[in-house]
């Protein structure tokens, strides 16, 4: 047990002293996080709201299509995009492969059918008396639409933390569309997996303790927002 309580204090020192290397894959995750969570949230909140608020022909279908998205393998999510963004793939000419940008569309693929779907269940639980509520009160269309989402504002909180846990925590597509390039694209998760393998103990432990504080800070926020908006 004393090299797992000298690994912690190795990693305070890793933290304070501002490792280089330790902190290359801290900002690298948070850019590739706030990219990927930002193109997700902005896609995925309306189609999800669409998705569950309206019916319409073949709905059933596309849920079914989503909701089998849910538990795509991430290795052949980077798989896939590894072939796209590769020298001979569609997109090559983009030159994303080995990028933190390419990171950011695996995991903006791996977190759009959370939002879709986390964001359609909580429409089609909503109060059937809502909208004719809304209405009574002089609503129009938007306003009953907006109204709705509103309502539904807590789920697609709960959907967004979960997605953002999802994109946080990654590994394979990481690594196969990003390559692990140190200094460039290596990640907290990617580095975690490295330094481990390599034997430093104390590397991973602080990166993983980084991301224990992100995990809090962001739910501190996100409880503080909800407690505003009760």
Do not use: C
């Amino acid at each position: 047990m004393a090299y797992i309580g000298n690994g912690f204090l190795e990693a305070f020192f890793l933290l304070i002293h501002y490792d280089p290397e330790t902190y290359s894959a801290i900002f690298a995750t948070l850019l590739v996080s706030g990219y990927a969570m930002l193109a997700t949230l902005l896609m995925g909140i309306p189609l999800g709201f669409f998705l569950g608020y309206f019916n319409f022909r073949g709905k059933n279908q596309i849920r079914m299509l989503v909701d089998t998205a849910l538990s795509l393998p991430t290795v052949f999510i980077g798989l896939m995009v590894y072939a796209f963004l590769s020298n001979k793939g569609p997109l090559g000419h983009l030159e994303l492969l080995f990028t933190l940008e390419g990171i950011a569309i695996g995991l903006t693929i791996l977190a759009l059918p959370i939002i879709i779907s986390l964001t359609a269940v909580s429409a089609e639980n909503t109060d059937d008396t809502l909208r004719i509520t809304l209405i009574s009160l002089g609503a129009n269309r938007t306003q009953v639409l907006l109204g709705t989402l509103w309502e539904i504002r807590h789920g697609i909180i709960a959907a967004a933390l979960t997605a953002f846990g999802r994109v946080m925590t990654e590994v394979g597509i990481s690594m196969m569309v990003g390559g692990n390039i140190k200094w460039q694209t290596r990640t907290i998760t990617t580095a975690i997996a490295l330094e481990t393998g390599k034997g430093m103990f104390a590397t991973g432990i602080a990166l993983g303790l980084v991301l224990l504080s992100i995990a809090f800070l962001v739910n501190m926020v996100v409880s503080s927002l909800k407690n505003k908006t009760a």
